[in-house]
């Protein structure tokens, strides 16, 4: 009968005590199955999500400009303001929006007064706001003609053209500008100091939207800032009680302590919706007014944690897709299927007790400050059924362990291993079997 040395006993007696385990221990006790997962605790899929129709970011075409408070308007008037026999003089202005046609004007300029008015040699004050360019024409003429009788009727040479209308003031603050140039960083390293971009734009009413801020300011924001956009409208004093109701709850998470005033209201634009809903903007919300604010704001906190046998370490979530638990447990160890697969971590690095790769995962996935859900995945089962893919949430903490049996056939290894090492080393030939 052959005899079999103590260390092969207590391999064999530790391995029937770790086999005979449900291989949940006490990290996965009440832990849940990725079936039992309940609704509140299943986060909202980003896949389904399409981006929006970015001309819904722009404000309606005005096909022609309506005069304002602030305009400055260019006139000729015959014999009165100018010589008939003298040709109106021609200018190109310097200074109007970058990038914008370059319009020629005539006349001397007048600015139209903050009621609405534009004042003209010899004649009482004209309102002009609301009406277009060749209607404030008509209106000069009529005036002049008809009114004062101080042109004859089929003497009128009259031009009016916009020199320079009233600029809103627009401010883009951006949290995603980091370099002039690209840059690669590994997704484990987090920046300690990030300088914020700022720009004011002078915007034409036609032209002041969310979508003409963006594109002046570097394009849609990057996929290190959220997937929305907040803007701070200013709101009358008439609608001061009503002011903070527009903002959309539909989105989750705080509003900027920097946008909170109560003359104002937030609207948070999201740039990706589900298809058939409604989007949960307006178009009175994308056009922006003198001292609006547009605020792209930093992803923070869209991340999610590992522990375990996995390195520890924190790492981005995709912003515009899913990431299930296969995929997270390769990206936070750079191997196709985990430790398994040739890990970074020094965990796995060889040896003969690392043959055996470990597929019990914890998941501890919290919905509040008081409550969690930790749910429990097999890494085999996810390889044949998709529904044990969990979905990661931000903050899920993701803890890889080995099962009982795991365990034990890699300390069956680790001693065997040894053993016959030291047989070997010492010169007395196969020790496990005597």
């Not at 399409?50 to 304002?68: F, K, S, T, Y």
């Not at 009233?166 to 995603?176: A, M």
């Not at 919706?273 to 903007?281: D, I, Q, S, V, Y």
């Not at 196709?336 to 007790?353: D, I, T, Y």
């Amino acid at each position: 009968m052959p005899y079999h040395s103590p260390s092969l006993r207590f391999c064999i007696m530790l391995a029937m005590v770790l086999c005979g385990s449900a291989g949940c221990n006490s990290l996965t006790k009440n832990a849940l199955r990725p079936c039992e997962i309940p609704i509140e605790a299943i986060p909202e899929s980003r896949s389904r999500r399409v981006p929006i129709d970015h001309r819904h970011l722009g404000a309606p075409i005005e096909h022609e400009h309506r005069v304002m408070a602030g305009d400055v308007l260019g006139v000729y008037i015959a014999d009165i303001v100018g010589k008939r026999d003298e040709l109106p003089q021609v200018s190109y202005p310097s200074f109007r929006t970058k990038n914008a046609p370059i319009e020629p004007f005539v006349g001397l300029p007048f600015k139209v007064e903050s009621d609405g008015t534009l004042h003209l040699p010899y004649v009482d004050a004209i309102h002009v706001e609301g009406l277009t360019i060749p209607d404030v024409r008509e209106a000069i003429i009529h005036t002049y003609v008809a009114d004062k009788k101080l042109i004859k009727p089929g003497r009128d040479n009259v031009a009016v053209s916009l020199i320079t209308p009233k600029y809103h003031r627009i401010y883009v603050v951006r949290q995603d500008t980091r370099y002039n140039v690209p840059g690669l960083q590994a997704p484990d390293q987090f920046e300690i100091s990030r300088r914020w971009s700022g720009t004011t734009l002078y915007l034409e009413p036609k032209e002041a939207s969310v979508l003409t801020s963006l594109m002046m300011t570097g394009g849609l924001p990057g996929i290190d800032a959220m997937n929305e956009i907040w803007v701070m409208k200013g709101v009358p004093e008439e609608n001061l009680e009503t002011a903070c109701l527009p903002i959309i709850e539909k989105l989750e998470g705080p509003a900027p302590i920097m946008l909170s005033k109560e003359d104002s209201k937030l609207v948070r634009i999201p740039l990706h919706h589900t298809l058939g809903e409604a989007l949960p903007f307006s178009k009175d919300d994308v056009v922006l007014g003198n001292g609006d604010v547009v605020f792209l704001p930093r992803r923070d906190g869209d991340t999610f944690m590992t522990g375990g046998m996995l390195p520890a370490g924190r790492f981005p979530l995709p912003r515009d897709r899913d990431l299930e638990i296969l995929e997270a447990i390769a990206i936070s160890t750079g191997a196709n299927f985990g430790p398994a697969g040739g890990s970074r971590s020094p965990n796995f690095k060889g040896g003969g007790g690392g043959l055996i790769p470990p597929t019990d995962v914890v998941i501890v996935r919290r919905i509040s400050e008081t409550e969690q859900y930790k749910i429990c995945v097999d890494l085999k089962k996810c390889l044949d059924d998709p529904t044990q893919r969990v979905r990661i949430a931000p903050g899920d903490l993701i803890v890889l362990k080995f099962k009982g049996k795991e365990l034990a056939g890699n300390l069956a290894l680790n001693l065997f291993n040894l053993n016959f090492t030291l047989s070997r080393v010492l010169g007395n030939g196969p020790a496990i079997v005597q």
